[in-house]
């Protein structure tokens, strides 16, 4: 069974910081792309951030400088360090785990929740 379990959200005021955390397991970690996406009130889920599996990054405009996704292959574990937060960013973050190889498959994220105050 696949498992993807978010954790590290939270209440934060504008300029602060927040790392989220995705564990996963059921899959093999190494060989799979990882993305944080976020869904706010009313708006459709957007990508973040993406690490793939050879640990090249991809990141959102708004959030290049001040987020950072990594990878931790031997804990099976991808992260997202958001730094100099601001009330727009306020969201639901998703974890997501793509196998690009065939058979593709896909995995989501419960999500948490991500709150900036003015």
């Known amino acids: 069974q696949v498992q993807l379990v978010e954790s590290g959200g939270g209440l934060v005021q504008a300029g602060g910081s927040l790392r989220l955390s995705c564990a996963a397991s059921g899959i093999i970690f190494r060989i799979h792309d990882m993305g944080w996406y976020r869904q706010a009130p009313g708006k459709q889920r957007e990508l973040v951030a993406v690490?793939?599996?050879?640990?090249?990054?991809n990141y959102e405009e708004s959030v290049k400088g001040r987020f950072t996704i990594s990878r931790d292959n031997a804990k099976n574990t991808v992260y997202l360090q958001m730094n100099d937060l601001k009330p727009e960013d306020t969201a639901v973050y998703y974890c997501k785990a793509a196998k690009v190889a065939i058979p593709t498959r896909t995995y989501w994220g419960q999500g948490t929740q991500v709150t900036v105050s003015s």
């Open positions: 690490i793939t599996s050879g640990e090249s990054t």
